[in-house]
């Protein structure tokens, strides 16, 4: 196994969903957030690389996210880069499995692979994730974009821990066997 780890670590609502059909969090973004934050702070200086989807990148600019270079961000995508993207933003379009081989072979901490659930998939049917972080926020959206694209396959995972917060969202941390 690789040194550097690819870890998803992204929020769902109970019944699956990392966002609405036109991509909204309201119901994730209303909620109180709890002390700590998850634990957010203590897993960002695990890493130093972000990996993320087009739509994924373009609603975090949205909401108000930072690309400032300090971690590389690599955005996959079919289109070109736009003009108005940070410096330290890098746009691919590689093979899955050829970036990754890559990408674990440079020095470096652990890596974010953030979505969206295309990507996620595209990941995991290369064999490229080795943990997932998944906090389940008690709700149901009832339609939306799935953790996972839906395709035909049987991943087996071994629970790492659980956490329980005070406004009700449960984490799970679990390994890819």
């Not at 746009?91 to 081989?101: A, K, R, Y």
């Not at 926020?137 to 790492?160: K, M, S």
């Amino acid at each position: 196994m690789a040194n550097r780890r690819i870890i998803v670590s992204i929020a769902t609502s109970a019944d699956g969903y990392i966002a609405r059909p036109d991509g909204d969090l309201e119901w994730l973004t209303s909620r109180p957030r709890p002390r700590g934050f998850y634990g957010i702070g203590e897993f960002m200086k695990s890493i130093d690389t972000k990996l993320l989807g087009r739509k994924t990148y373009e609603e975090g600019l949205r909401l108000g996210g930072k690309f400032d270079g300090n971690d590389r961000t690599f955005v996959f995508s079919r289109r070109a880069r736009p003009a108005d993207a940070p410096p330290g933003v890098e746009f691919v379009s590689d093979d899955v499995g050829q970036f990754v081989t890559r990408l674990r072979e440079q020095p470096g901490k652990d890596i974010w692979l953030m979505g969206g659930g295309e990507l996620i998939a595209c990941f995991l049917d290369a064999h490229a994730i080795d943990e997932f972080i998944i906090r389940v926020v008690p709700v149901f959206i009832g339609d939306g974009i799935p953790l996972i694209a839906r395709r035909h396959r049987h991943t087996p995972l071994e629970l790492r821990g659980t956490e329980r917060f005070e406004n009700g969202v449960v984490q799970l941390h679990y390994r890819v066997l």
